[in-house]
């Protein structure tokens, strides 16, 4: 297996706990570039009384980039009832905030998972087409042009994929932090190395033995880290 898949495979075997719950659900990776990864739903969290199953190697990737780029981490590494992409108030956003504060973030990126059967391979949601109604005016030219061979159609807010509501992260940086961020909603077939067998379909035996091309997860990773590059040097251009 290339190395940095079996990195990815490793972390979220190794340090990602589906269902084990924390008062601790988080973690925070610094890094040297004034961009942050977030992976909200990387275990399993409590939404309206129910409990949702997690987006699998959300944090696992997000962990990977953020050593490729020396973008800041935040992720979910333990089942948790807050739900940070969902509730206006929980202890994940206080964190975020510091950390805007304290390193100078400037922009977030939001990473979530998505099933394969909504038939596309990422969607990104900056919570509206209008530029001034946009979480990220500034990027949008950086992230279509990134990904705009990977998602060749409807790249952009999606129905159900636009991080519109009030709670989510991507609101939460623009409104709150005041600074640009947007969701990357990634479909399994680019990120799902090998499902575990703790993990919410393994249980429930829904496609236990699912797993995408070791190729594609690669050239997720490879295309996220040139959009987290990009994205970076617009914000030093932008700095100037």
């Not at 975020?96 to 304290?102: A, D, F, N, S, T």
């Not at 949601?125 to 209008?130: D, E, L, P």
């Not at 990904?147 to 060749?152: A, G």
């Not at 005041?178 to 680019?190: D, M």
């Amino acid at each position: 297996m290339n190395p940095t898949l079996k990195d990815i495979k490793d972390t979220e075997f190794n340090r990602i706990h589906y269902n084990t719950l924390s008062d601790n659900y988080f973690e925070i990776i610094e890094g040297r570039i004034p961009v942050l990864l977030s992976a909200p739903h990387g275990a399993k969290h409590l939404r309206n009384g129910e409990w949702k199953e997690e987006d699998e190697y959300t944090p696992s990737i997000a962990i990977k980039l953020g050593e490729l780029t020396g973008a800041n981490v935040i992720f979910v590494r333990n089942k948790t009832k807050e739900d940070s992409n969902f509730l206006k108030k929980t202890r994940y956003k206080d964190a975020i905030k510091k950390l805007v504060q304290e390193k100078g973030i400037r922009f977030v990126v939001d990473i979530h998972g998505a099933s394969e059967k909504h038939g596309f391979n990422i969607c990104v949601g900056t919570r509206s087409n209008k530029k001034d109604e946009s979480s990220c005016p500034s990027y949008i030219g950086i992230i279509e042009n990134v990904l705009e061979d990977f998602q060749k159609d409807h790249l952009f807010n999606r129905q159900h994929f636009k991080a519109e509501g009030e709670g989510t992260i991507t609101t939460f940086a623009c409104k709150v932090c005041k600074i640009e961020a947007a969701q990357f909603e990634i479909s399994a077939k680019y990120r799902i190395i090998e499902r575990k067998p703790d993990s919410s379909k393994a249980i429930e035996r829904v496609d236990p033995d699912f797993k995408a091309k070791e190729e594609d997860v690669l050239k997720l990773v490879k295309l996220l880290v040139k959009l987290i590059n990009e994205i970076n040097q617009g914000l030093v251009r932008i700095g100037q």
